[in-house]
């Protein structure tokens, strides 16, 4: 059973601060990671995509993978309220079938 | 693109009950997928279809719960006899072939079973 693991949360952070939010995956095979954002009452949206160790940069979003150690990670820097949702990790599966592995999300709060 | 589309976007029904969801893709993209949300388990993927062929159904819970893709634009979910159990956000989400994780979803349908 290949598994994604967030923790729940919430994880609350001031405005203007960075968010750090964790992934851990289960399938060591695995080459392909996502973070989708989910606000409340709405659907993922697919924010942004990792393939190599080592950190991506997306305006104010970063990945950071290590395949090593089986951790993804979404950094968000100068926080908006605007960025509070639930963040959703996804992990592509490395057995040839193209089905993302989904965790079961982070809650993220940011207060003004 | 208008995006993923589905409908509709509420559906309140009694127990018992046939409900049929439906989706249209994004023009052009070669895999469907139908999920269900709830609080407790989180995104389960139901089935999945590569050009409208379904390959892999191991996520429908039950023999309750059937799915069709009879063209490029177009999939239903059924559920006959709905159960209240069945409560949910389903959603569709499409992707293309040449980023088949990048998963693109509709608005979601929220079900009630009464």
């Known amino acids: 059973q290949k598994e994604v693991e967030q923790n729940s949360g919430p994880l609350s952070v001031p405005e203007g601060a960075i968010a750090s939010l964790n992934c851990t995956y289960s399938?060591?095979?695995?080459?392909?990671f996502f973070w989708y954002r989910q606000y409340s009452g709405k659907s993922p949206e697919l924010i942004m995509s990792i393939y190599s160790n080592g950190d991506k940069e997306d305006g104010r979003f970063t990945a950071q993978l290590n395949k090593a150690s089986q951790y993804v990670s979404l950094l968000i820097r100068d926080s908006q309220p605007s960025d509070s949702a639930t963040y959703l990790c996804a992990v592509g599966s490395s057995g040839g079938s193209y089905i993302p592995t989904f965790g079961r999300g982070t809650s993220l709060i940011v207060h003004p | 693109d208008a995006g993923v589309i589905q409908s509709p976007r509420h559906e309140v029904t009694e127990m018992g009950q046939e409900v049929t969801l439906r989706c249209k893709p994004i023009s052009g993209h070669d895999y469907l997928f139908w999920y269900r949300q709830t609080m407790m388990r989180g995104l389960e993927l139901l089935i999945y279809f590569n050009n409208n062929v379904p390959i892999d159904d191991s996520g429908m819970p039950e023999d309750r719960f059937s799915a069709k893709m009879p063209n490029a634009s177009f999939s239903t979910l059924k559920i006959q006899p709905s159960e209240p159990r069945d409560s949910a956000v389903y959603f569709c989400a499409s992707s293309p072939l040449s980023a088949t994780y990048e998963q693109y979803f509709g608005p979601g349908t929220r079900l009630t079973v009464t």
């Open positions: 399938d060591r095979g695995s080459q392909s």
